[in-house]
C-alpha cells in the first residue's frame, strides 16, 4: 500500500512502509520516494508502532503529519 502527497515545493512524493526483513523485530520505516523530481533523494522516517499501525497511517494519517514525517526523515543514498 501506498499514497501520493505533495510538498510544499510541489513536488509528489510516493510513501510507503517498510518493515525489513521478515521475521526481524526492526521497528517499522516510512520510505518517501519524489516521483516528480528524479534527483531528489528518497527519504526515510522511523514509525513508532506496529507495521500495521504504520500501513494503517500510510492510508488514512493525515497529510501535514505525513509531511512533517518527511522532513524529518533523513535522506537515502
Same mark, same amino acid.
Given at each position: $500500500? &501506498? @499514497?501520493?502527497? $505533495?510538498?510544499g515545493e510541489l @513536488? *509528489?512524493?510516493e510513501v /510507503?512502509?517498510?518493515t525489513g526483513p521478515s521475521g526481524f &523485530? @526492526?521497528?517499522p520505516q516510512l520510505v518517501f520516494r519524489c516521483t516528480t523530481d528524479v534527483s531528489a533523494p528518497s527519504r526515510i522516517a522511523? /514509525?513508532? %508502532?506496529?507495521p *500495521?499501525? !504504520?500501513?494503517a497511517f500510510v492510508? !488514512? %494519517?493525515e497529510e501535514p503529519r505525513l509531511l512533517g514525517l518527511l522532513e524529518e526523515g533523513r535522506a537515502l543514498s
Open positions: $500500500m &501506498s @499514497r501520493r502527497i $505533495m510538498d @513536488r *509528489t512524493w /510507503f512502509v517498510n &523485530s @526492526r521497528p522511523p /514509525f513508532q %508502532g506496529e *500495521t499501525e !504504520a500501513l492510508e !488514512a %494519517g
